[in-house]
């Protein structure tokens, strides 16, 4: 059985977590171990799924506590994916952000993910992005 956790284990290998982004796949690069520390540290709520002592997913959002949040890295290993484990990470996550108003932006072609977690395009949303992203490929840019 899947075990779900939101506070962070004292003892998580932040390598084998790099290794589930690189493997999930999430992202074009192998994430630095120090730099995932720092943000799941720094961030508002998290969640991390256990199959017995392995981490096999995790997410994790930030928050002002009273009108906004945001969700990033919602990531699973590949053989776990497909079997509803997201969409609990998803509930397990938003349960903890006391706020009305949630944003996330998904990968191009995880969208039907998020719409199943009850997420809803918007007209509106805009972002800088670092240059990697922001290569019309990555599919992430709009034209204005
Ligand atoms: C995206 C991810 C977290 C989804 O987790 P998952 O466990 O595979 O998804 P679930 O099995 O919980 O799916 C929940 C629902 O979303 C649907 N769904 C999942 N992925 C989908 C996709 N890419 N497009 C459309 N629907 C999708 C499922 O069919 C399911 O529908 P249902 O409620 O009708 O049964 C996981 O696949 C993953 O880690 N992918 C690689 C990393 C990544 O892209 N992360 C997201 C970054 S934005």
Known sequence: MI???????ADIDWDAVAT?????????RRRDPNDLQQAFAASYAVVYAYDGE????LARALCDGVYQ?????????????????????????????PVDNII????????GFY????FVKMRTAMAVLNPNM???ETGYLDEI
């Open 20 to 28: 589930i982004f690189e493997r999930a796949p999430l992202g074009s």
């Open 3 to 9: 075990q779900y956790t939101t506070s962070l284990p």
């Open 54 to 57: 392995t981490l096999i997913g």
């Open 104 to 111: 996330l932006y998904a990968v191009p072609g995880r969208e």
């Open 69 to 97: 949040a945001a969700i990033y890295d919602v990531v699973l290993l590949p053989e776990y994916q497909g079997k509803g484990i997201g969409k609990a990470i998803m509930e397990h996550l938003c349960r903890q952000l």
């Open 134 to 136: 922001a290569r019309p």
């Open 115 to 118: 719409a199943r977690c009850g």
